[in-house]
């Protein structure tokens, strides 16, 4: 069945520290893969996302992720935490091919940054 | 950067009775989408609507759901006849273009819907 494994429920970090946010998934072909964080209060928004090419993605406030095949992972990371990257963190995944907006989301990490 | 609108945020409501989650959808966008999440579990898809059509629709989207684009900007989900397990956040999102893959998705700061 596909499936979007995130297996960290809550991490905490210190401001400044470096983050890595685990996220795997089971499919039968590469699907697109997407990183939501979501703000209290806030909706969700797209961080990055990786359809092709080069494994490295570059995203919004610093974020990067890196695809490896060969895991079936989709690791999202920071090099130095800020305080205001408290929020929720969901990644997510969509067939190839699919037309009609559907994303299957993990379960989401909960960030919390220590001062 | 433009937003996706909700209104209400919290929405109590008795079991059984009808209710509507409304949303606002940047102006410009045609696909359009509902997503829910229970408390405790994942965000799951509903439904995606594109030119007045339901597009792809999950298995939890039943004959209790349904959607509507009353007027060029609103965008709404009914529920019937609500039980106690509908009680999520309501999530709706809107892109430009056809599909999550290749276009970006707003998405809504949701609807805490409560069914007691």
């Known amino acids: 069945a596909q499936s979007v494994t995130q297996p960290d429920i809550h991490i905490t970090v210190s401001e400044g520290a470096s983050l890595e946010l685990r996220c795997n998934y089971s499919y039968g072909a590469t699907p697109y893969l997407f990183w939501y964080v979501q703000s209290p209060g806030q909706g969700l928004q797209l961080l990055l996302k990786y359809f092709s090419g080069d494994t490295l993605v570059q995203g919004i406030k610093g974020f990067e992720a890196e695809f490896k095949r060969s895991q079936s992972s989709f690791n999202l990371r920071k090099p130095s935490v800020h305080w205001s990257d408290a929020a929720e963190y969901f990644c997510a995944v969509a067939p190839r091919g699919n037309q009609g907006g559907k994303l299957i989301f993990g379960q989401g990490t909960e960030l919390s940054v220590k001062p | 950067e433009p937003e996706v609108t909700q209104t209400p945020s919290h929405q109590v409501t008795q079991m059984g009775q009808e209710v509507i989650l409304r949303c606002v959808p940047i102006?410009?966008?045609?696909?359009f989408y509902w997503y829910r999440q229970i408390l405790g579990q994942k965000v799951e898809f509903l439904v995606s609507?594109?030119?007045?059509?339901?597009?792809?629709k999950s298995e939890i989207f039943d004959d209790q759901f349904s959607v509507e684009r009353p007027d060029g900007s609103n965008f709404t989900l009914k529920i019937r006849s609500t039980k106690l397990e509908d009680s999520a956040m309501y999530f709706c999102?809107?892109?430009?273009?056809?599909?999550?893959?290749?276009?970006?998705?707003?998405f809504g700061s949701g609807t805490q819907l409560s069914v007691l």
């Open positions: 102006s410009n966008h045609l696909y």
């Open positions: 609507f594109y030119n007045n059509e339901i597009s792809e």
């Open positions: 999102a809107s892109s430009e273009g056809i599909g999550a893959t290749n276009e970006k998705l707003f």
